[in-house]
């Protein structure tokens, strides 16, 4: 078989949701960047406060584009959907490139920010998991865990290449920040060539087209809807806290400095990316559900102690602090994608998941605005760690809600 044939829809996946979270990560990661090119008039805990907001303030653009590539993928094919999305994701990343700071538009400057960050949350809605139901319903048959892990690992691609980006830019200069968004230009515009000669997935050219005109949101989908909500929200607070926010935080509270914290991120993400096809393993064998479980219980049971870790105000605390936490997140979204996919049919998946993702992400996106105006009353650096424990809580309690209710269901 030629490569085009049998590689290229995997590829188109992998560069999509790679070039996704490049784009993402590059703005947390810079953060300390820029927020002294669009917010230099502010002190650095206000102005941090304002550009970890940018999350929550573009992200509620995401339910809107849930829906409207949901649509496309389950009525015209996941490919279509795609491609769309990554042509909206170009755009933004060359937008993003030529953006005037404040010093030559003042106050326009951080609103146009925003409205990147808006328009590529909308396009990133039906990225994320449109790619991964892509590449599970070509693996169908296959070990969809080790599917979903391979497919995490490129996101971790793309954050390593972020921080790598930062990394540079912090030891050269805020002047060349520009630079990193030019580089992710180049990468996207190769991903649409990949997402033009990309193949449907066999599991959507076999469904019925009849199926898609069901009704997506019947009062039986309700509990299920409520469930991929609840397991976003953790997972996302889960990765926004200790993964993007502590980086920018850290540096405030304590006396490390930006350039190691950002080596520390480095190091901590090449041992992410590694972690993610082992955790895509573990899934094929002990099961998604139960992989999941561990995760949630391991996070209420573990993360007070590694915030305590975080505040010794050392860098291999915060290595370990770092390592541990992607752990925990690993073994949770690597079997979320298969766990998710098996909730709804062929015609309904990409709308559901994608929908009930971005009202889950509103609160991993505002969890670090949250954890950090009260940590700014209190004082207390344990603050971000209960609000990963609550999150916890609520998602193990809606799991096995959702458990006995499909249980009393098959029982009647």
Not at 74 to 99: E, N, P, Q
Not at 131 to 150: F, M, R, T, V
Request: aromatic share 14%.
């Amino acid at each position: 078989m030629s490569f085009t044939k049998s590689n290229h829809r995997k590829l188109s996946a992998y560069l999509g949701v790679m070039v996704e979270h490049y784009d993402t990560a590059l703005y947390g990661f810079m953060t300390p960047v820029l927020k002294n090119l669009f917010f230099p008039n502010l002190d650095d805990m206000t102005a941090l406060i304002f550009m970890i907001s940018g999350y929550g303030v573009s992200l509620l653009c995401k339910p809107f584009g849930a829906l409207f590539f949901g649509y496309l993928g389950d009525k015209f094919g996941r490919k279509r959907a795609l491609l769309i999305s990554v042509l909206g994701m170009a755009m933004v990343t060359i937008s993003m490139g030529i953006l005037p700071t404040y010093e030559t538009l003042g106050i326009f400057a951080p609103i146009l920010l925003i409205l990147c960050r808006a328009m590529q949350a909308f396009f990133v809605a039906g990225e994320y998991n449109g790619g991964a139901i892509y590449i599970i319903e070509h693996d169908a048959n296959k070990a969809k865990g080790l599917a979903s892990g391979i497919y995490c690992a490129f996101t971790a691609v793309g954050f390593l290449l972020a921080s790598f980006a930062t990394n540079v830019i912090i030891h050269y200069g805020n002047e060349y920040w520009r630079i990193p968004y030019y580089i992710a230009s180049i990468t996207v515009i190769v991903c649409i060539y990949f997402r033009m000669y990309a193949q449907e997935t066999p599991e959507f050219q076999k469904s019925d087209d009849e199926s898609f005109h069901e009704k997506h949101y019947n009062i039986e989908d309700m509990p299920r809807l409520f469930l991929i909500v609840a397991l976003t929200s953790f997972v996302s607070a889960l990765y926004m806290i200790p993964t993007v926010m502590v980086n920018s935080f850290i540096t405030v509270v304590t006396t490390m400095d930006i350039k190691d914290v950002m080596k520390v991120n480095t190091v901590s993400l090449i041992y992410y990316t590694a972690f993610l096809p082992f955790a895509g393993m573990l899934t094929d064998k002990l099961g998604a559900r139960n992989l999941m479980v561990v995760s949630l219980i391991g996070s209420i049971v573990m993360v007070f102690p590694a915030f305590a870790i975080l505040g010794m105000d050392s860098i291999i605390g915060l290595l370990i602090f770092k390592c541990l936490m992607i752990s925990l997140c690993a073994i949770f979204i690597v079997p979320f994608h298969p766990y998710s996919v098996e909730q709804f049919s062929v015609r309904q998946r990409y709308t559901n998941i994608s929908f009930a993702y971005s009202i889950g992400s509103q609160v991993g996106a505002y969890a670090p605005t949250l954890s950090l105006s009260i940590y700014n009353k209190t004082g207390m650096i344990y603050t971000h760690g209960i609000l990963i424990m609550v999150l916890a809580i609520i998602a193990l309690y809606m799991m096995k809600s959702y458990e006995r209710t499909n249980a009393r269901i098959k029982a009647t």
